[in-house]
């Protein structure tokens, strides 16, 4: 009877594996006392090289953190929005921002990304404490539930010069 069941269980069962990769809903990272969730490029109006990475940042741990880079694809991201400062976003202890959502706040935009969609690429986060936090994002189409998810702004800020 134990073989008609189907299943296999144990350390290697395919459920047991699956909850530690990739999947279309968004990757899972974490660093310290920090989490990513949900982390997914979408990517830009068609006929541009823009992405955006929408997901949500914790900071379970015992003190504050700053987001303090970027990199997407080994190309430098742009953190922008209202809870940004000078391309940075603080994480009080117990915050939970969102980058990238129509109702988020905050944002991190690539301007130069070609990865076709469906294409896990890599993505670096340097914080301020916890240090380096890479991880690969699935780069999906703006559609369905990811539609009107677009870099805000538009186009990259001006640099200084």
Same mark, same amino acid.
């Given at each position: 009877?134990?073989?008609? #069941?189907?299943?296999?269980? @144990? %350390?290697?069962? /395919? =459920? !047991?594996?699956?909850?530690?990769?990739?999947?279309? +809903?968004?990757?899972?990272?974490?660093?310290?006392?920090?989490?990513?969730?949900? #982390?997914?490029?979408?990517? @830009? %109006?068609?006929? /541009? =090289? !823009?992405?955006?990475?929408?997901?949500?940042?914790? +900071?379970?741990?015992?003190?504050?953190?700053?987001?303090?880079?970027?990199?997407?694809?080994?190309?430098?991201?742009?953190?922008?929005?209202?809870?940004?400062?000078?391309?940075?976003?603080?994480?009080?202890?117990?915050?939970?921002?969102?980058?990238?959502?129509?109702?988020?706040?905050?944002?991190?935009?690539?301007?130069?990304?070609?990865?076709?969609?469906?294409?896990?690429?890599?993505?670096?986060?340097?914080?301020?404490?916890?240090?380096?936090?890479?991880?690969?994002?699935?780069?999906?189409?703006?559609?369905?539930?990811?539609?009107?998810?677009?870099?805000?702004?538009?186009?990259?800020?001006?640099?200084?010069?």
């Amino acid at each position: 009877m134990p073989v008609l #069941a189907g299943c296999f269980n @144990g %350390p290697r069962a /395919t =459920t !047991t594996v699956q909850a530690t990769q990739d999947s279309n +809903n968004g990757t899972q990272a974490k660093i310290g006392g920090l989490r990513v969730e949900n #982390a997914t490029l979408v990517s @830009g %109006p068609e006929g /541009t =090289t !823009t992405a955006t990475l929408i997901m949500s940042l914790f +900071n379970d741990g015992r003190e504050p953190d700053t987001l303090v880079g970027v990199q997407i694809n080994g190309q430098p991201a742009t953190i922008d929005g209202a809870a940004a400062s000078a391309g940075s976003v603080e994480l009080p202890r117990g915050a939970a921002i969102t980058f990238g959502y129509q109702n988020s706040q905050s944002w991190v935009n690539s301007y130069d990304i070609t990865e076709a969609e469906s294409a896990y690429v890599p993505v670096r986060m340097t914080f301020q404490r916890a240090g380096i936090l890479d991880f690969t994002a699935l780069t999906v189409p703006p559609v369905g539930i990811y539609e009107g998810i677009a870099p805000n702004p538009s186009t990259p800020p001006l640099q200084a010069q």
